[in-house]
């Protein structure tokens, strides 16, 4: 039986100014930030204007709302789905996963707000890929001209330790096949770029394909080792990335801008400027702080992970993993866009 989370608290207003958006709207500079993120190189009098608004208050996707998807919520993905889908569940799919899941999770809602419900089937079985072990991290993109969805998706390749990213697509946003073999890297981001698809996977290397569907070519590392997981955004030549690092102490969303201009092997990142802490006590703020590692967070903790963006009608979201991996929450996101695209 699917589950329900009801709608709850009203928007956070701008007058509710938060510690994050504090820091997001001056340098972070002291040397206690330097310790906790120490290889992080943040942004001084030159950071972007960008911020984060929190949104509800609260969590959209919990655990447990249905009788199969536990506890563990992790790898957003937000889609408004298109018109020409029949039968649509809502005017939103959220799918996410389970960090060592078998398979991939959907919530759909008419608002952001919520209620969101979530599709107990799921839209993706592990039995019905190439891979063993888990499959996660869904990254779904809709594709206008041919009527389709498209997901990218890792799990572990059979009689290894090794974890790469396969293409699956869809004509409904709920049944999914997997199309080919191993594509790239792990938890890859996918955006279009001088007419090619290119994708940012784990941790900050860049593939990029003609097709999307496959023949990926490796491109440059643009992230420290220690990148976990990110979300991406096109504005003009530059590629807006959020992301969150493994060993931070608090595990929280941080921002950077890459140049893309010229070819790739050129492209260079900017300093970091810090987007959202765990501050609520849905995101941990009530659980000791502690360095973060590699793997699933098995109780809650006191990160975030897991950034996403989803965009519509001239504005901009964050969705994110609370508490380590026990929720997804959302965030609105201001300064993201040139003059005249707003």
Request: aromatic share 10%; proline share 7%; charged share 20%.
């Amino acid at each position: 039986m699917a589950g329900t989370l009801a709608t709850g608290a009203a928007i956070v207003g701008p007058g509710g100014r938060s510690l994050a958006q504090d820091r997001a709207e001056a340098p972070v500079t002291t040397a206690s930030e330097a310790e906790l993120w120490p290889t992080t190189e943040l942004c001084g009098s030159d950071c972007p204007p960008v911020w984060a608004e929190r949104l509800f208050n609260r969590p959209i996707i919990t655990p447990h709302m249905d009788s199969r998807m536990g506890s563990n919520i992790n790898g957003p993905s937000l889609i408004r789905v298109p018109d020409w889908v029949p039968d649509r569940l809502g005017c939103y799919y959220l799918y996410f996963s389970h960090h060592r899941g078998s398979y991939i999770r959907m919530a759909y809602a008419d608002h952001l707000a919520g209620p969101w419900t979530t599709h107990e089937p799921g839209v993706l079985d592990i039995t019905n890929t190439g891979f063993a072990d888990h499959i996660a991290s869904p990254d779904v993109v809709v594709d206008e001209a041919s009527r389709s969805f498209r997901m990218y998706f890792h799990g572990v390749v059979p009689g290894t330790r090794t974890q790469k990213t396969a293409v699956a697509l869809s004509s409904d946003g709920l049944t999914f096949s997997q199309y080919g073999g191993v594509a790239m890297d792990w938890y890859a981001r996918a955006f279009n770029y001088r007419g090619a698809v290119h994708a940012l996977t784990m941790p900050g290397v860049l593939f990029r394909s003609n097709t999307g569907l496959g023949a990926f070519e490796r491109g440059p590392s643009l992230f420290p080792d220690n990148t976990r997981h990110s979300a991406v955004r096109v504005e003009n030549q530059r590629l807006q990335v959020f992301y969150t690092n493994r060993g931070d102490n608090p595990e929280s969303v941080f921002y950077r801008e890459i140049n893309m201009a010229g070819d790739w092997a050129d492209w260079s990142t900017g300093p970091a400027k810090l987007i959202l802490s765990p501050e609520r006590d849905y995101e941990g703020a009530n659980i000791a702080p502690a360095a973060s590692g590699l793997g699933p967070a098995t109780s809650p903790l006191h990160q975030l992970r897991d950034p996403a963006i989803f965009s519509e009608q001239g504005r901009d979201y964050l969705i994110y993993s609370v508490a380590g991996e026990m929720g997804l929450a959302i965030a609105q996101l201001h300064g993201l866009r040139s003059p005249t695209a707003r």
